[in-house]
């Protein structure tokens, strides 16, 4: 059964950092593209980073370059999203995905209706 549990959200003020996790099981992570995808209050879903299987190339949305980082850690099923600088325009419910095509990091975080799995979300919330 596939699995992507993501972790790590919460409240932190304006100029903090989170690092949010996606634990994922039941298929073989390093063959996936994956990513974060947010969505806030009224707002459409968002690609805010994704990073390819193939040579681990990534893609930022602009809103968030030079803030956020996107990793992972094949070995452990897990791939991660450190904020930085945290803004309240960040917050939203952040939700990672992985895509069993090897799409380049930047199609992928464009292309969100295309992902194959998806966790149930984690709250991150930015106080000013």
């Known amino acids: 059964q596939v699995q992507l549990v993501e972790s790590g959200g919460g409240l932190v003020q304006s100029g903090g950092s989170l690092r949010l996790s996606c634990v994922t099981s039941?298929?073989?992570?390093?063959?996936?593209?994956v990513g974060w995808f947010r969505q806030a209050p009224g707002k459409e879903r968002e690609g805010v980073s994704c990073?390819?299987?193939?040579?681990?190339?990534?893609y930022y949305a602009d809103s968030v370059k030079g803030r956020f980082t996107i990793s992972r850690d094949n070995a452990k099923n897990t791939f991660y999203l450190q904020m930085n600088s945290l803004k309240p325009e960040d917050t939203a419910v952040y939700y990672c995905?992985?895509?069993?095509?090897?799409?380049?990091?930047?199609?992928?975080?464009?292309?969100?209706?295309?992902?194959?799995?998806w966790g149930k979300g984690t709250l991150v919330t930015v106080s000013s």
């Open positions: 995905a992985a895509d069993a095509i090897p799409y380049s990091s930047e199609f992928v975080c464009h292309n969100s209706a295309g992902m194959d799995y």
């Open positions: 039941g298929f073989t992570l390093d063959s996936y593209a």
């Open positions: 990073i390819s299987p193939t040579d681990s190339s990534t």
